[in-house]
Structure formats: structure tokens, C-alpha cells
């Protein structure tokens, strides 16, 4: 099982009459399933949420929460398989699962994840309260090498680095339980903001240069400095009771969305 282990715990900790911490966590980890130690794991992840409970018609509860997971990277599992007829293949046993070699340098395939929520419930006497905040910021850093030329070495790697946040408020308001004709009004909003690069870089790279006649060392690369997301909407929704047995259900929702890209 390439030393795979994982684990999980969590407990419940009741601090007093208002107050209630939850902590949980999990960790996962195994080897490479390639010769070289690629396609590795090493992870964790861990949250917490704090409930306060002032009175019987409120309540505040915050989340927050994180997590890492990385490895080497990606590994090639062997190239030139029997049958293949390509000139570079001649005279090269296939290995499956043998990765490069040497094994390369510099791979890794890391990314972290973090955020938290707030939210809150209440009633104001002649309808409840729900506001939902809420924060999310992953973080990616990969240089992997997912093929390899045939004598063993990597011939393109991929490097990827990415910054994302977003950030979501939700607000609504509905009728008490027992109302006669049941409603909800509430808005939302939303921004999410993205940063990447992700550039290839071909070495010794014989196929393309036979097909293309492209060099066979050169590089591809897109960046994109800034992507965002911005989303505002107004939603409503009444359910009228005109029998014993029917009632009618209606809904409205208005959605703004601009996108930019830079």
C-alpha cells in the first residue's frame, strides 16, 4: 500500500451553557507510486467552529478551517511500450512505472487551501435572520515533468503557479414558522479574484520538431495577471395557499455578473 496511513480525529467540547467548540482533523500520506518517488502524498487538513448561543432566539457560529496537500509531483510511468514503431523507440525496453533517471529536480505539486464563515441566525420578532459571510484563498504552486524523452530524462515540464481568493455575503430574510402564507427576500453577494501562470517548457523535444519543425528546446507560456469575478443578486419567494390541498409557489431572482480579465 506504499505506506499509505491516514488519520482523522474530532471531539466536541461544551465550554458552558452559550458557548460549544468543535475541532476536527485529518492527515493522509503515502509514497511515490512511480520508481522516482513521484505521485507522492503528504496532506493535512484541520478545522474549527465556535457556537455562541446567547438566547433561544439567536445564534452566532464561527468556522474557520485549512488545509495542505503536497507531493513531489506527477511522474511519467515509462514511454516506448511494445509495438511501438517510432524511430526513437528503437532499441528502448519498456519499463512501466519506472519514472525518470535520474530522478528529476525541483518537481513539486503543493497547494494550500484556507478560509472561514461566519453566520448568524435570529428572529426580530416578526421574521428570522440568517447573514451568511464567507472567505475561501487557495494557493498552488506545481512544477511537475509528465513526459520523459527515451533516454530516461524529462523532456516537459509544466510549471504552474496560482493565487485565488473569494470572498460571498448572503442575507436573508423569512417569515416565522406557522405563518399563513410562508416568504423569503434576501440578496447576495459575491467576488472572486484569480492570478495564474502556467508555462511549458519542451526539452529535446525530437516529435514535435520532425512534425512541426519547431526547435526542440523552446517554451509556451500564458499569464494572467488578474481574473475577477463579481456577482450581485435579489431573489424572493412566497408560497400563497388557496385550498385545502393546493397552494401556488412563486419566485423571482435577479442576478448582475461582471467578469474581467487582464
Given at each position: 500500500n506504499y505506506s499509505a496511513f491516514n488519520s482523522e480525529a474530532a471531539i466536541n467540547l461544551p465550554l458552558n451553557g452559550a458557548w460549544a467548540l468543535r475541532l476536527a482533523?485529518?492527515?493522509?500520506?503515502?509514497?511515490g507510486y512511480v520508481d522516482d518517488g513521484t505521485n507522492d502524498l503528504d496532506s493535512w487538513a484541520a478545522r474549527a467552529k465556535l457556537l455562541f448561543v446567547p438566547s433561544a432566539s439567536w445564534s452566532i457560529k464561527l468556522t474557520v478551517n485549512g488545509g495542505r496537500r503536497g507531493s513531489i509531483g506527477q511522474g511519467y510511468g515509462g514511454h516506448c511500450p511494445p509495438g511501438n514503431v517510432a524511430p526513437f523507440c528503437a532499441g528502448?525496453?519498456?519499463?512501466?512505472?519506472?519514472?525518470?533517471s535520474p530522478p528529476p529536480a525541483g518537481m513539486v505539486n503543493r497547494y494550500k487551501l484556507y478560509g472561514g464563515s461566519l453566520d448568524v441566525n435570529g428572529t426580530l420578532g416578526w421574521a428570522s435572520l440568517t447573514s451568511v459571510s464567507a472567505y475561501r484563498c487557495y494557493d498552488l504552486d506545481s512544477t511537475t515533468a509528465p513526459a520523459a524523452a527515451p533516454d530516461g530524462t524529462e523532456n516537459f515540464i509544466n510549471r504552474h503557479p496560482e493565487h485565488d481568493w473569494a470572498y460571498t455575503q448572503e442575507l436573508r430574510l423569512a417569515?416565522?414558522?406557522?405563518?399563513?402564507?410562508?416568504?423569503?427576500?434576501?440578496a447576495y453577494f459575491s467576488r472572486?479574484?484569480?492570478?495564474?501562470t502556467v508555462q511549458m517548457d519542451y526539452l529535446k523535444n525530437?516529435?514535435?520538431q520532425a512534425l512541426f519543425g519547431l526547435p526542440p528546446d523552446f517554451t509556451q507560456r500564458f499569464d494572467v495577471p488578474r481574473h475577477t469575478n463579481r456577482s450581485i443578486a435579489v431573489f424572493g419567494d412566497v408560497t400563497v395557499p388557496f385550498a385545502e390541498r393546493f397552494?401556488?409557489?412563486a419566485g423571482l431572482r435577479d442576478t448582475n455578473e461582471r467578469k474581467e480579465a487582464l
Open positions: 482533523g485529518a492527515t493522509e500520506r503515502h509514497d528502448v525496453p519498456w519499463r512501466p512505472w519506472s519514472g525518470f417569515s416565522l414558522p406557522g405563518t399563513r402564507m410562508p416568504w423569503v427576500v434576501g472572486e479574484s484569480i492570478r495564474t525530437t516529435v514535435l397552494r401556488a409557489r
